[in-house]
Structure formats: structure tokens, C-alpha cells
């Protein structure tokens, strides 16, 4: 997610407009406005500075990477059009056959 849908959320979340949320995180308004419209990129600290003024915070973890998704989309696009509807009516199938157990 990019640095500025993170703050647009957070200061909806908080239900702050970009001039209270600058006040808090002592910053301007139009700083706020440039982050949130992606003209400025802001640094992990500035950005941590105003989710904590919204109170909420950024937890990041490194993790191992997870590729698997890869394989399933690259092997999504080798299948042709029908295959693709065959394979997602067999997922059906199965969901409702599950659904009514």
C-alpha cells in the first residue's frame, strides 16, 4: 500500500481533516495535502509521526517471501479462456458442495 492511501486512511479513520491532522503531527497543511495526492513521498519517521497524531500506528516484520501466489497466477494465464471457466465452475462445485455439509 503507498504512503499515501496509508494517511488518507488513517486520518479518515481518525475522522481528522488534513488541518487538524497537520496540527497534530506538526507539520502543514499542504504537506498533508501533497502526501495524501502522492506528489511527496515521506520518510518512515514523518510517516510513523503522523499515524501516531491519527492513533494509529505502521507495523512492519520482515517475513519470509512468499511466492507461491506466482505460480498460481503464471499458471492461470497458461490456460485458455475455457480452462479458466472450467477451473473456477469446479471451484464452485466444491464450494457448495462443502457449504452443504
Known amino acids: 500500500m503507498a504512503a499515501w492511501a496509508i494517511v488518507r486512511e488513517a486520518r479518515r479513520r481518525a475522522g481528522l ?3 487538524e491532522l497537520a496540527q497534530r503531527a506538526r507539520t ?6 501533497r502526501i495524501e ?3 511527496q513521498s515521506p520518510s518512515l519517521e514523518t510517516l510513523q509521526r503522523i499515524l501516531r497524531a491519527c492513533r494509529v500506528e505502521l507495523r512492519l ?3 519470509p517471501y ?3 501466489l506466482e505460480g498460481l497466477i ?3 494465464l ?3 479462456p475455457e480452462e479458466r471457466l472450467r477451473s473456477v465452475e469446479e471451484v464452485s462445485r466444491f464450494a457448495a458442495s462443502a ?3
Request: aromatic share 0%; hydrophobic share 40%; no cysteine.
Open 17 to 19: 481533516t488534513q488541518r
Open 99 to 101: 457449504k452443504a455439509v
Open 28 to 33: 502543514s497543511q499542504a504537506a498533508i495535502a
Open 66 to 68: 512468499d511466492d507461491h
Open 78 to 80: 497458461a490456460m485458455t
Open 37 to 39: 495526492r502522492g506528489r
Open 74 to 76: 503464471e499458471a492461470t
Open 61 to 63: 516484520e520482515i517475513a
